[in-house]
Structures are given as C-alpha cells and as structure tokens.
C-alpha cells in the first residue's frame, strides 16, 4: 500500500475501528493508527501489580502526562484521562458493562429543563437514529444479556446475540431485596462471551477480568473483534506505535491527511481524503487543538467536558454460623452482575434531577486490589495487628458485595481541555490540561444513587453496609470536549460528526457527546462510530470527498 | 554481511546430536563439511573406545577406581555448593529485571523502611506478615523502578522524618527500637500532635500499599515468597501466570501491522 488512503483513522479504541471496518467493507482504503503497541493474548499474564496497578494500558506520567486543575487546587501531573494507550483502547482491560442510553438522556435538556450553572444541550439525534447501530454493535463484537430488564430498558429490537453470563448465587439476595423495595435487577449486560461466538472462546469465568486483558479473547475488545475483520477485508492497514503528530489541512476549509511518528521514530506523512478523529475525548480535543484548532472558530473546542460520576455502596455478608448461607456467599462463581436503573429519573422531589444506574458487582478482583481498601479506608487506615485481623475477616468470614453506581454529570462552562502552557510530553508538543469544575448536582447524584445501592444491600441482608467515593467522578470514561449540534455557534461537529468548519473532518468517539447519560458510555461510543462510518461511507458514493 | 578471511567458522556441534543448536535455525548457513564425517560423530567417544581397546585388565581397573573416586568426589562439591549452582530461580529473575535500573536506597533509610514495613505488616503465629513473605525485597526492587523515583523520594524524606522522631522522643534510631517502641513512633508520627501528620500518613500509606503489594504479589516481583501470602488469604492465582514480570510496549516497535 502507499501512504495514500481514502480515510485515515486516528485512534484504534472504541470510536475508530468501527469507523475502519465500515468504510473497508464498503472498499475504502483505511489506515487506522494507535500511538499504542498491538498487544496479544500472551501479553494477558495475571501479573496484578505489572497490569492492575503500574502502567501497563497508559503512558507514564513522566513523559506523557495529563495536567490537572481542579477547581482552588494547584495543577498537578496525573495519568487522569488517560483510558488506555494501545490497540483495542479501552476495550482491552474494560469489564464491559454494555447499557444502551436511555432515549431520554439523548433529549436531556428537555426532560430537565434549565438548571442554573449546566451547559444542557439536546442531542441532535435520537435513540431511533442510533438503535439500529446498537444492535449492530452487539452483533459484531457478541454482547451477552437479558433483553427485559424493566422499565427503564431502552427499546430493543431484538434479543442479545448471547445469553447473560453465570452469576454468583448471591444475585438471587439482590434480585429479592430490589423487588421488595420495588425495582428490577436484571443481568447486567456484557461485552463478554457467555458461549462461543465468531471464532472466539467463552469466557472461562478467571477472577481478573475488569482492568486486565483477557488472556482467551472472551472480552470482546475491538482489538478481538474489529479490527481484525477490518484487516480480513484486505483494505485496511492497521499502524500501531504511531504518533499522530498533527492534521495537515490543504485549503480553508479541508484537511489534506496527517504527520506522525512511528516508534522507531521516523516520521511520515499520510494523504487521505478523509480523516477521523478517535483518540478519545482528551486526546481528540488534544490533536484538534494542536493542528491550529480545527473546528475551534467559535471557540468550543475543549468545552463541555463531562466525566460520569461514580460512587460506591459496599455490603458485608457475614458468614455467621449459618452453614447454608456461608456455603453460598463462599462459591467461587466471579460475575455477581445485577443492575438496577430504576432510579434513572428520582422517585421523589428533591435536588436530584436525574439519578443513574446502579451496578451490584464484587469488589475489583485481585487479592492485592482488594486488600488495600481494607487498610484503607476513608482518611485513615489500619496497620499492624488490626490490619492482619481485618484482612483474616475479610478473606475468611465475609463476602463483600459492591454497588458501583453512574450518574449524569452535567456539562458546565467551568470543566474544559486545553493545551497546557508549561509541560509537554516526549515528543515536545504541549500536553492536555484538564481544568474540574463540579456542578453541585454531581454530588447530589453521586450520594442519590449511593444510599439507594445501600438500601438494597441493607434489605439484601447485609450485615454492615457503607458508602464511599460520594461525589466522586471516573475519569476512566472521558466525554464531550467536541459536542455534536447543528448550531455551528455552540458545537464543534455536526449530526454526523463532521467538522463545522472542515468538509472532510470527522470524530468518532466520546467527545461529540453532548449529555453523559445515567450509563457508561462505552456502548454509545461504538453505536455512533458505527453511524458516523455509515455516513462517511454514503458521502463517498455521492462522491461528496 | 560477514567479514573476515574465515566466514565459516567451525564450532564443535554437541555428542549425539544432529540438529543445530539454539540461534542456529533452518535459516543459519551451515559450514563446508570439511572431513565427510558422518552423523553424529563425536571426537571424545571415538578416542574412549580407542583407549579402551588397547589398555590392560589391571591398568582398566585403577582407572576405574580413579574415575569413581573422582565422582564421589565430584559430587560431594555438588551437594556441599547445590545452592548457588542450582537456585536459578533468583537469578532468573535479577536478569528479567531490566527495566529496574535506579540506585539502590541509602542504608541508614533502608533499614528504617525495612523496620517500618514489619511493623505495619507484622509476622504473626498463625499468619505471614512482610518479613515471612520476602515483602520489602519486593519493595527494594519496586523503587529501583524508574517510574517509582518520586515514591523512592517520598520514602527516604520519610524514613529520614521518622528516625529524627525515634531519635527525638526515643533516644535511639527507629531500627534499633523493641517493637513497641517503634509502634509508638509510627503511632506518634501519625497522631493529631504531630507537625508533620499529613506528610506522615501517606508515607505510611505508601509504604502500606507497598506492603501488601509485596506480600500478595506474583512471586516473581521478589515478595510473596513460595505464595505463602496468597496462602495466608486463601487466594489461588489462576493461570496463565507471568513467567517473567509483564511489561508495557510503549514506544517499542511492534512486528504487527
């Protein structure tokens, strides 16, 4: 191949190969390109600290961090934002929880009206335009789940391609408790292979699953699933260990292809007639900015960066001198996998506009990810001989279960990306700076859905339940910074991610989303690549490129 | 492009051997043959049976007395020096350790450190604790780890905090204290009276988090010895286990793509 392509990809995660493989089935040629090595299953060793805890899926902060400002505190180098630096993304070491987006949270502003110190904004599709890429997601990739999980289901079309994986005994406790409070808990679906599907191995149920690579291919990364059947079509030449420098642009109003810099570093120069942008909502707004703010003519570029918020209930269940109930906490099955979105929109009045999702799971699996929580907990710890007693407990006389809970975190003018004026990373261009502010809803939220996910433990019969990380925030899923609208005035992109200003720019990832939703977004991410692929590919037969 | 008036060196290939050895693949030229002998011939072989068929009964006999005396002798080094030529597990693992390049720490703060971790993950009747499970040998290697230099930093202005209060309230460094007295030195350097609280609860988380990485690690990291902490939990490591330290790619050149 020469370094001429019809579309040029940057970014080989979530938002980008959906992209490649439209486009190279329809016969473009494709380049798709990842600052990150291609990993295989024989780099998915169960080496907790290399893996879990170090910087095997990130760059280091030494040379490639992130500067973060949150609000009153002094700017600080983290590897925050960063979701994963390699070929698949994300979707490599993810757990995988799959939700659709409610289809209100596509008219959120709406539903919510306006609240004061929130940059609200409807999306300019809805649910119906992207369902039909849901399923095509859950088809290509094999998302395995239960299609009737309650009112706050999304509308499907059809079942899952596969069944919900094998879940702890122990979901029978919250499946109860939710019904006696008055909710569902159904299976929480997942990006994982409950049976055989396309040529891959089912999951074999291992205990180091979120944060890890799967070491059979039963999580169903792109790195699995896409971009291999991108390559399969002969048309599309995947580049890891590239560096994409800048986009270059030809006239006012077009981008001529991008520089890069492969690992031996050499640089190059790709043409394309087309370029999409996929590196993630940081690294996208990032490149954007670096290649003389394209699409920021309006200055928006950066804006309306959102995160999810997070928070968490913890239940201990005792095993007691019950022999029964010690026998079933004590199975050895890893999936509790029960979610509940019942409180999507909040029962009651209050300061809460829009609530989330709650996600019933173990603790992180690992024995050292889950003994530090026990030494650590809030502002103090334990250490010495009370340390070595709670951990005899921990690992022998209870069963912990988790509630991981995701909320709306409201765009607002204060929480943005731009270029840091003082650090760069190894190859001297200016680093990302995330500047945090919070809406004091995220906190209502975050505690909202918390003592929600408390009371179902407490009614699960816990013996001990309590919560943590209120007002929190993940920063592992990054959104907005490019928001989609057709007001060239307010948003970077149009419906179908294309650049205002640029007729042949598009972003396919995260950051075109304009609300966070009450779910992780990752589904989301690949449904709209899906759509913006289809789109790219129905402006080359107009001959639009 | 080799060099040189001998491009075929002749290397001596092993007895009873007919493949080539390791790095001399299918793709490796093979030297001329130069004296046609067949398959497998090895010198030594060849001159024991010469030797064999010309000597006498009683010269056979002393040889064999000396060649017996000689392996008993033979093996009694062996078994007298079997640790150091058969323990290649430790060694293995030093050579893996490519990516750990920093100094090692200073001695008056490694043995501080080294006091402190066993004290906060102390060894116990019934249940290993960081000096049963090798967890500060973990840890040494940790911040040889050129991404971990700020915490090695961190560490060492700590340790150094913490000897000065041992010194101060104790009359004795941290390491040289009883086991109570260091307990109360950690408990003083953590409590409301403090003027350091802040900086002293996350050296001692650090080295908490530190800790327990090393007991409940891969024992290939250095700590976890014979997954005694694993053990202690109750905790099986499924495969497929690291046969050497994973490590990221970043910025390595990949075969793929």
Known sequence: MTDEFDVVVVGGGAGGPPVALTLARAGATVALLDRGPRYTLQDFVHDEVRIARRDFFVPLVGTDPHVVVAKGRPPRRSREGWVASCLGGGTVHMSGFFYRFHPLDFRVRDVLGPIPGASLANWPISYEELQPYYAQVEREIGVSGESDGGAWTPPRESDYPLPPLDNHPAADLIDAAASRLGCIAFPTPRAILSRSYGGRSSCLYGHLCGGFGCEVGAKSSTLRTLIPAAEKTGKCRVIPGAMVLRINSSAEDRVSGVAYRDAHGADHELRARVVVVACSAIESVRLLLLSGGLGNAEGQLGQHVMFSTLSKAHGSFHFRDDAGRAKMLRDDAPFLGRSVLDYYLPRAGGDVRKGGALNFLFPPAGPIGQSIPVALRGSGFRWGRELKQALRFYWHEQKQIDCETFGEYLANPGTRVELDPDVRDQFGLPVARIVIDRHPHDDAVSRYLAERAAEILTEAGADRVWKSAIGGRTMHLPMGGCRMGDDPRSSVVDRVCRVHQRKNLFVSDGSVFVSSGGVPPTHTILANAFRVGAAIRDGFMRRDW | ?257
């Open chain 2, 1 to 257: 492009m080799r060099n040189g008036a001998e491009p075929w060196a002749w290397v001596e290939e092993p007895c009873r051997s007919n493949h080539h050895g390791r790095g001399g693949g299918a793709a490796t030229p093979r030297p001329p043959d130069r004296n046609s002998r067949p398959t497998g011939y090895c010198p030594l072989q060849q001159g024991m049976v010469h030797l064999l068929a010309t000597m006498k009964r009683r010269s056979f006999l002393a040889l064999l007395l000396a060649a017996s005396a000689a392996l008993v002798g033979g093996l009694w080094w062996l078994l007298r020096h079997a640790k150091p030529l058969w323990s290649s597990r430790g060694a293995k693992s030093e050579s893996l350790w490519s990516d750990a390049t920093g100094a090692a720490l200073p001695p008056q703060q490694r043995a501080v450190l080294q006091a402190l971790c066993e004290r906060l993950l102390p060894d116990e009747e019934d249940s290993p604790g960081a000096r049963a499970t090798g967890a500060f040998n973990f840890i040494e290697r940790e911040l040889m780890r050129p991404e971990l230099q700020s915490v090695r930093e961190r560490l060492i202005r700590g340790a150094i905090q913490l000897d000065g209060l041992a010194v101060r309230t104790r009359g004795a460094g941290f390491a040289e204290l009883d086991v109570s007295g260091q307990e109360r030195v950690i408990a003083a350097s953590m409590s409301r009276e403090s003027e350091n609280r802040r900086d002293s609860m996350l050296f001692v988380r650090d080295m908490l988090s530190l800790g327990l990485e090393g007991m409940l690690s891969d024992p290939i990291h250095g700590g976890n010895k014979d997954e005694i902490g694993w053990e202690s939990i109750g905790y099986t490591m499924r495969p497929p286990r690291p046969y050497r330290p994973a490590r990221s790619s970043h910025g390595e050149a990949s075969d793929d793509g």
